[in-house]
């Protein structure tokens, strides 16, 4: 995983999305710009931000996939070792990979630990960097993306997740009306989204308890600052409120 790049954000993983901030900042948006629409201007997540949140890379190769000559099947026994029955158009289950790769054995080969390796990479872009509204699924063709390591380690994985959460925010911003709310339905890594707001608006941060060693200001990636915190989990409204009206203007410009 750190050959992959990928190292970084594992300590992030963990983090949650806070359904009511997420909502208030969806409704912000504006596609055909790609930014928040706030009082005193428009501002936006830059790859800058990506790159010092998370410890991805935003220069690099394409993210790119190949479809394989292979069926999925057969691609998942070589890269996996192991495969589903229910392999419907390539699409697998999240908990049927953790599930079955939840501990690798202490007297595991270095083919077996690679795939182990591939199926933790794999859960985790389905299930975080390039989440779909199912939540609960991914699909295989992110499996080619770790099938090298070192090919891996040339992606520019940070303005993937970058250009991904951009269209799934555009998606959802479309699709909302004045009464509905997200809810879970959102695509996209929402742990950058709730990183970014609480770094650029203080004032809508958690309570932040640090535990352990004191996490400094120069952390790296910055975004460990925040574990573990207590988020707020209030309404859309009170983040609207503390958007649009509350301290509108603290917003903080250089992280």
Same mark, same amino acid.
């Given at each position: 995983?750190v ?27 504006r ?15 830059? *790859? ?6 998370? /410890?991805?890379?935003?220069? +690099?190769? !394409? %993210? ?5 000559? #292979? ?73 080619? *993306? ?6 891996? /380690?040339?992606?520019?994985? +940070?303005a !993937? %997740? ?5 269209? #799934? ?36 941060s ?15 990636p ?10 707020r ?9 503390? *958007? ?12």
């Amino acid at each position: 995983l750190v050959d992959a790049g990928l190292s970084s954000v594992l300590p992030l993983a963990p983090l949650t999305g806070d359904p009511g901030l997420i909502t208030a900042l969806v409704e912000r948006w504006r596609p055909e710009t790609s930014t928040f629409h706030m009082p005193f201007g428009e501002v936006t997540i830059t *790859l800058e931000d990506v790159a010092t949140l998370t /410890g991805l890379a935003i220069d +690099g190769d !394409a %993210v790119i996939v190949d479809i394989p000559d #292979e069926d999925w099947s057969a691609m998942c026994l070589r890269l996996l070792g192991q495969a589903p029955t229910d392999l419907g158009g390539g699409v697998i289950r999240i908990t049927w990979l953790r599930e079955t790769f939840d501990e690798l054995p202490l007297s595991a080969s270095p083919e077996t630990t690679e795939q182990y390796a591939r199926a933790y990479a794999l859960s985790l872009m389905g299930g975080v960097l390039f989440s779909d509204r199912s939540g609960g699924s991914v699909h295989l063709q992110y499996l080619l *993306l770790v099938e090298d390591w070192r090919r891996a /380690g040339r992606f520019a994985w +940070g303005a !993937a %997740v970058l250009s991904y959460l951009y269209r #799934e925010m555009g998606r959802s911003a479309l699709q909302m009306t004045a009464s509905s709310s997200l809810g879970g339905d959102f695509g996209g890594w929402a742990a950058l989204l709730m990183l970014w707001t609480w770094e650029r608006f203080p004032h809508t941060s958690p309570l932040h308890a640090v535990t352990g060693a004191q996490i400094t200001q120069d952390a790296v990636p910055r975004g460990i600052r925040w574990l573990p915190a207590q988020t707020r989990q209030h309404g859309d409204q009170f983040y609207l409120y503390k *958007l649009w009206f509350d301290e509108c203007t603290t917003f903080v410009v250089s992280i």
